[in-house]
């Protein structure tokens, strides 16, 4: 079974600060990770992929196999980051050609100014 | 361009009424999904469409029931519905292309109150 774990709800940093968003998951497969954030009243999106290796907003994001983790990382922290994250996996394909999501319960950020 | 659209955006119910949420994609992706997402618990996977003409269990399917109406709508419906399913639903849909490049597209979410 795959698996997302998540482990703070809430993560409150200074503007300017250096923001550390942790995600660990459990696999035994190859997975596909993911982040995806939700702004206040928009929907939720895409941020970026472990394939693309690049870099949004300002974030970044290393899969790390040998301790099973996928943090995302920015290092000066903005006030418009405010929102919450969400870590998913993707274990590959299931039916005919599409995959699942497999989501972490999302770390609310709020940067304070 | 609307992308993922949803219907109705908020909804109250009584317990054991029943109703159905309409998404649409004008995409011409693939597949389509539905999602709860419920307080501390993370978006969480109800029923996916793979294509056209096919749908699928997801993570937590009891309680409700999916039409794949033709490619470019995916509905959600619940026969009675219960307090337990007070939450918001998400609407998704990909191109079910390449597992390396495919990306979720979501809708703008319906917010169920079941009384």
């Known amino acids: 079974a795959q698996r997302v774990t998540q482990p703070e709800k809430l993560l409150s940093v200074f503007k300017g600060a250096p923001v550390e968003l942790k995600c660990n998951y459990s696999?035994?497969?190859?997975?596909?990770l993911f982040w995806y954030v939700q702004y206040s009243r928009q929907r939720l999106q895409l941020l970026l992929r472990?394939?693309s290796r690049e870099s949004i907003k300002g974030f970044t994001a290393d899969l790390n196999k040998g301790e099973t983790s996928f943090h995302l990382k920015k290092p000066f922290a903005q006030e418009e980051d405010s929102a919450m994250y969400y870590c998913?996996?993707?274990?590959?394909?299931?039916?005919?050609?599409?995959?699942?999501?497999?989501f972490g319960k999302g770390t609310k950020l709020s940067v304070i100014p | 361009n609307a992308g993922v659209t949803q219907t109705p955006k908020f909804q109250v119910l009584k317990t054991g009424q029943s109703m159905t949420l309409q998404c649409a994609q004008d995409?011409?992706?693939?597949?389509m999904y539905w999602y709860r997402q419920d307080p501390g618990m993370g978006l969480r996977l109800i029923y996916y469409?793979?294509?056209?003409?096919?749908?699928d269990k997801g993570e937590v399917p009891n309680g409700y029931n999916v039409s794949r109406l033709n490619k470019r709508e995916f509905s959600l419906r619940l026969e009675s519905a219960a307090p337990s399913q007070t939450s918001v639903y998400f609407c998704?849909?990909?191109?079910?292309?390449?597992?390396?490049?495919?990306?979720?597209?979501f809708g703008p979410g319906t917010r169920l109150t079941v009384l």
């Open positions: 998704a849909s990909s191109a079910s292309g390449s597992v390396n490049t495919d990306t979720q597209y």
């Open positions: 696999y035994s497969g190859s997975p596909e």
């Open positions: 472990h394939i």
């Open positions: 998913a996996l993707s274990g590959g394909y299931s039916g005919a050609g599409s995959y699942q999501l497999t």
């Open positions: 995409m011409n992706h693939n597949s």
């Open positions: 469409s793979a294509s056209e003409g096919t749908t």
